[in-house]
């Protein structure tokens, strides 16, 4: 699921901090508390914009951040509003409901750890390449130099 | 590129994998979802049977009483409807209403039998309720009407007895959703071909009760809660052509007569 590989350079200590704060905030909606499953997004979508202009590292770990976040964005809306209707409209619980949360569940939980780890490595300046995020990004986000 | 749209497939089939596997496991009765929605509703029926109870007075004529349980026994049997899960009770109320509450309870106003010309008429109309019971209408249009967040407070015992009140007043004075009323009116029809009533006088009582709908009176509470009497008549005439018209009478012309003149008494 995840690769540690060697960069092209050596990040320095600031840069590593950066990029491992853009995992940080992926992680916000926890802290803030909230059931909206955008607020993830646009914490790290802010990130990635205030970090555009960065150096490569912070760069790239910013998008694969990004990227993350947008695919667990629409898992998270689904269940979202398939929620809010069963609350508000004539729709019930049912088992393919229940399923979905718990699929749902299980894919956050998993980026969750993925992201923590992903970020702890990235503050000591290892690169993490995540599968499938790792070499989408890697296409998205190139070196200037 | 061929190796992210391989990935991408394999991490979206995973999910999908997941998902299908999780949904053959049988959530509902893991979770008992079934028993905490039953407990509800079984709390609710009672709690706004409570408020009924204390705010109008209960007949409990045995003839009035056995009439209307003989008509509802006859549909249940005849449509193989469980009869036990009915909780009938009949109030001593001028209005022309008659309701279901969650639970089971089916509440009808003497308004509305000294105002049905014939057995046909009523029965029509306890139908049409049955068919709101059947059909899990009651809990839905709570759930609308009221909000979940209400319903919650109400089983648990964190609102005051005016929020019961409330409720209840809602649940027998207002409308339920155009489409949920003409599915319970197709149903009632059901119920009643398959026991041999007459379906169009129940359509005649709704006829009737549109030629009124224009009078301001505060004794036609079903009509105001079942709006459009007019249009649904149309179309219960329209569904129930060319079904059976072997007709048979549930109580007697005499039982009949007998329960209006116990009622006027």
Known sequence: ?145 | MKKIITQGTITILLFLVTCFALSQIEWIAVFKVQQITDKTEQKLGDLFWEVFKKSEKEIKNIKVVNSVDTIVTHICKANKIDRNKFKIHILNKDEINAFALPNGYLIIYSGLILNSENQEELTGVICHEIAHIELNHVMKKLVKEIGLSVIISMTTGNSGAEVSKEAAKIISSSAFDRSIEKEADIKAVDYLTIAKVNSEQFANFLYKLSDKENEATKYLTWISSHPDSKERAEYIIEYSKGKLTDYKAILSSETWVKLKEELKL
């Open chain 1, 1 to 145: 699921m995840i690769y540690i590989k060697q960069f092209s350079y050596e990040p320095g200590e600031h840069e590593a901090e950066t990029a491992s704060n853009s995992y940080l905030m992926s992680l916000i909606a926890i802290i803030v508390g909230l059931p909206l499953p955008i607020i993830n997004l646009i914490a790290t979508l802010i990130f990635y914009l205030s970090n555009r202009k960065s150096t490569y590292f912070v760069r790239w770990h910013c998008t694969q951040a990004l990227l993350s976040q947008l695919s667990m964005l629409f898992i998270n809306s689904y269940g979202f509003c398939w929620s809010v209707s069963i609350i508000f409209t004539e729709e019930t619980i049912t088992n393919n409901y229940i399923a979905y949360l718990i699929a749902a569940i299980i894919f956050n939980l998993t980026e969750l750890i993925v992201t923590i780890y992903t970020a702890i490595k990235t503050r000591k300046g290892i690169h993490v390449e995540w599968w499938f995020y790792g070499p989408l990004t890697n296409i998205i986000c190139k070196s200037k130099s």
